[in-house]
Structure formats: structure tokens, C-alpha cells
């Protein structure tokens, strides 16, 4: 693999075969491969088509630079074989359930000194050498589910969709101007990329492979692979945060449930009667209580209770309100019931020593008494600040990975 | 910048968030303090009002 960029322009070192001027504005084209089939005017930008009547013009329109330092006229080496940049057909495509998202891509013809074409193209995975492979089989590019390779060979269908022409420049082996419609299936075969364009005339099978990150660099140099490489960059800040999304996410579960158990028992409640029972806590780090209504509610029906905990110095501090309820109704013709029986919160005491806990329940609950499981454990974690962790750091990451891979490269 | 350093201060800040997420369920950030200084005491009267007048309320 040559070490050094070699995208440095060489434009005189192509042979000509035939010039051309063009129709619209006079100015002359070169074709340097044959079978050429669409000139595009370096100057007007019009496209100039061979045909059995002879050369057609349409009217197009100036493309932007491309992000990488690929130009018509141009030799780039790759794999060490010297290629010649004979044109490039820029697409749009998009998703036909959702037409506003379009993405965009290069497709460069390449043409080497022995006569053999290639295209290279370039989305937002990177570039991807393609060759053209002979359609062996019948294949119905609409229907299908796999591609034929042939010697028994098919490849899966991984995409569909339809694609125009935005448009090209240089000289293409194929009738080609800005606005014609194809439709495009992608395909894998292993590490091989299927490409299948397929317009009303012509259907066409390409079997390519991703340029690796040392390919790029040293075809394009590195300026021009880490323009490139930066749209991917930001799919990785995504996945990083999104990992450590995931990890606080499952911390949170993890810790949840951790925490030495110091009581665990039934006490009975009634309005204006609290259950009470005594309890040491050590200050300084979190209980966790968590209230659990044995006695069943009636439908439609609720009960609050509170648990009030009294410090050794007797100041009083409403450490969990929990609202337990049963609801059902109908909607929209269908029955639907619901319920919440059990509640957890979690507090500090704030000193050491024997502590008074109350289960209290409220004037305003619908039942009279109930019987409370009563779970606190002491040396708990709080998990409400990982979950919000993982909450915020994962949408930014999966924000950040969606931009990367819908910002299609161009 | 350097995208290796964009990541190690990426790594480094989320990590310290990590951290400090878990210390803060740790020692219990923002829960309720039971018996502390804002803690009633005696009545469920609450905390005591300070000010106001005729017709005030209170």
C-alpha cells in the first residue's frame, strides 16, 4: 500500500480518445474510456448523452465539492493500482414510509490504466469499492428476499429503497441525467457489500467492500479520512455515553434492592390509631421503607399512610407518605383495573440511637383498617440519581448516535 | 483537538458523574432527614410563621 495521499492532480497523463464539444455551450469534453454513454460539460453542466440519434443535451446544474479531495480528472492509487477519476453520479435517497428522511451519497467511476472500471462509493459508513458482478439469474429487484451471486450463491436483502439522480459530472458508462429515479437494494454476503441499482432500462449487480481506516488514509491522507471519519466520531462519543447509560442503569437495579433488613413485620392501622413500634438506626446513611397494604382494597377506593419516625431527641419527621388505591373503569368498551399496594421511599436519620416509627393512617383514606407489611433496611443506596444518570446520558448519547448515522456523508 | 483527548475527557467526565451518582445514593443526597435540624418537634403544628398581622392568617 503506498504510505503517502497520492490524490494530487495528473490530469495530463490520461490518453484522450475522442473529443467532444458540447452542444449547448461549445465547450470541449474529452472521453478518455469508451463505451461511454453520458458526458456531463465541465463548463455549462448540461448532460450530453450518446445515443443511436446522437448526442442529446439536458440541462444540469454545477455539484458541490465533495468532503474528500477526489476530483474528475485526478489519478488516485488504491491498493496500489493507479485509478484514473473518469466521474461521479452524486444520489439522494430515502425512506419511502417516511419521505423527510433523505440521506446522500458519491459514487466516483474509476477507471485504471489496463481498462478495467470501478466504483467507489462513499455514504455514511465510509468508502466502499465496488465491482460490477454479471446477473446470472432471474431476480426480481421489488419482491425478493435475496440477491443471486451465482454458483448457488445469494445474498440477504438488508435494504430497499427508492433514489435519484441529484447529479454527476465527468463521463459515466451509463444514460444518466439529474432527476432519473432507480431503486436501490442492498445486500450481505458475508463481509461483501451486494449493491443492486435498478432503473427502468437497466438493472445492475455491484459486489464491493468497506475501505478500511489505513486504506483511506493512506489513498486520501489523513486530513480528508479525518473529515471523514469525524461524522463516525460522533456515533462514538454516542455509543461511549450510551454505555455508560446502560451501566448506571444497571448499577441502579443492582443497588436497589441491597441493604440490611432491621424489621420486617405485619402491624394493623386504623384511622386515628397508629401502629407503633421502636427501632435503632444508625446516623448518617440511608433506610429504605417500603410499605406493603396486605388487606385487599375494594374497587374504587384508596387508603394514605404515613410513616412518621420520632428521633431520640422527640422531634418528629414524616419520613414517607405512601398512597395505596384501586381503580378500575372503562374505556373505550374495554374493563380495565389497576392497582398500587406497595410504596418505597428512602430517608437519613439523622441520629444514632432508638428511634419511635409510626404507621399512621390518613383521616381522608376509604377503608377503616389495614393490615401494613412493614420492610426497612438500613444501609440502603438511592438509586433515583443513577436512574436519572442513565436517563439523561443515554438520550444524549442515543441523540448523538442517531445524528451520526442519519448525517449521511457527502 | 485531538479526538483521543475529546474522549479521555468524555470518559473522565461521565465517570465522575457516574461516581458521584452512586455516592449520592450512597450517603443519601437529597432525602428526607429524619430527626435533623428542620425536623418538628412536639405538634404537627410545622414550622413556626414568622410575622404577618391583622388578618394575616395566622
Not at chain 1, 20 to 42: E, Y
Not at chain 1, 104 to 124: H, V, Y
Not at chain 1, 201 to 224: C, M, N, P, S, Y
Not at chain 1, 380 to 391: D, R, V
Amino acid at each position: 500500500m503506498n504510505s503517502t495521499p497520492s490524490t494530487s492532480a495528473q490530469t495530463a497523463a490520461r490518453p484522450v480518445l475522442r473529443e467532444l464539444k458540447c452542444p449547448n455551450c461549445g465547450a470541449p469534453i474529452a472521453q478518455h474510456v469508451p463505451d461511454v454513454q453520458t458526458f456531463v460539460c465541465g463548463r455549462c453542466h448540461g448532460y450530453i448523452n450518446e445515443s443511436l440519434e446522437g448526442l442529446t443535451f439536458s440541462s444540469g446544474s454545477k455539484l458541490p465539492q465533495p468532503k474528500v479531495p477526489i476530483r474528475i480528472g485526478q489519478f488516485v492509487t488504491i491498493r496500489d493500482v493507479r485509478w484514473f477519476v473518469l466521474g461521479r453520479v452524486v444520489y439522494q435517497g430515502w425512506d419511502p414510509s417516511e419521505t423527510s428522511d433523505r440521506w446522500t451519497w458519491n459514487e466516483w467511476l474509476l477507471g485504471s490504466d489496463d481498462g478495467r472500471l470501478f466504483w467507489l462509493s462513499l455514504d455514511e459508513l465510509g468508502f466502499t469499492w465496488f465491482t460490477k458482478l454479471r446477473v446470472r439469474e432471474a431476480f426480481d429487484p421489488h419482491r425478493d428476499t435475496s440477491i443471486p451471486l451465482g454458483n448457488d450463491r445469494r445474498a440477504r436483502v438488508v435494504e430497499r429503497y427508492p433514489a435519484k439522480v441529484i447529479g454527476a459530472e465527468g463521463e459515466l458508462t451509463w444514460r444518466a441525467k439529474r432527476g432519473d429515479k432507480l431503486t436501490m437494494i442492498e445486500g450481505a454476503d458475508g463481509e461483501n457489500k451486494i449493491s443492486v441499482q435498478v432503473t427502468t432500462d437497466e438493472l445492475e449487480i455491484h459486489q464491493g467492500r468497506t475501505l478500511k481506516k489505513e486504506e483511506v488514509v493512506a489513498t486520501f491522507g489523513k486530513d480528508a479520512a479525518e473529515k471523514l471519519f469525524g461524522i463516525a466520531f460522533v456515533v462514538e462519543i454516542g455509543a461511549i455515553m450510551v454505555l455508560f447509560a446502560v451501566a448506571a442503569l444497571v448499577i441502579a437495579l443492582v443497588v436497589g434492592g441491597m441493604g440490611r433488613t432491621l424489621t420486617n413485620q405485619n402491624v394493623m392501622v386504623a384511622r386515628g390509631q397508629a401502629a407503633e413500634f421502636p427501632l435503632e438506626f444508625a446516623a448518617g446513611r440511608p433506610v429504605q421503607v417500603t410499605l406493603f397494604l396486605q388487606t385487599p382494597l375494594q374497587e374504587n377506593t384508596f387508603a394514605d399512610i404515613d410513616v412518621v419516625i420520632t428521633a431520640p431527641d422527640e422531634s418528629e419527621t414524616y419520613v414517607s407518605l405512601q398512597e395505596f388505591w384501586h381503580e378500575t373503569g372503562i374505556d373505550e368498551g374495554e374493563f380495565w383495573r389497576e392497582q398500587r399496594l406497595d410504596g418505597s421511599e428512602a430517608f437519613v436519620p439523622y441520629q444514632s440511637g432508638m428511634h419511635e416509627v409510626a404507621i399512621e393512617m390518613d383521616e381522608g383514606s376509604m377503608i377503616d383498617e389495614a393490615n401494613v407489611r412493614v420492610e426497612m433496611k438500613a444501609d440502603s443506596i438511592g438509586n433515583g440519581f443513577l436512574f436519572g444518570y442513565g436517563a439523561v446520558v443515554g438520550i444524549i448519547g442515543l441523540l448523538l448516535v442517531f445524528m451520526g448515522l442519519s448525517k449521511k456523508a457527502s | 483537538m485531538n479526538k483521543t483527548i475529546i474522549v479521555i475527557v468524555l470518559v473522565v467526565f461521565l465517570s465522575v458523574g457516574l461516581i458521584g451518582a452512586v455516592y449520592a445514593g450512597y450517603t443519601g443526597v437529597g432525602m428526607v432527614l429524619a430527626g435533623g435540624p428542620s425536623a418538628r418537634v412536639g405538634s404537627i403544628g410545622g414550622p413556626l410563621i414568622v410575622g404577618g398581622g391583622p388578618g394575616s392568617g395566622k
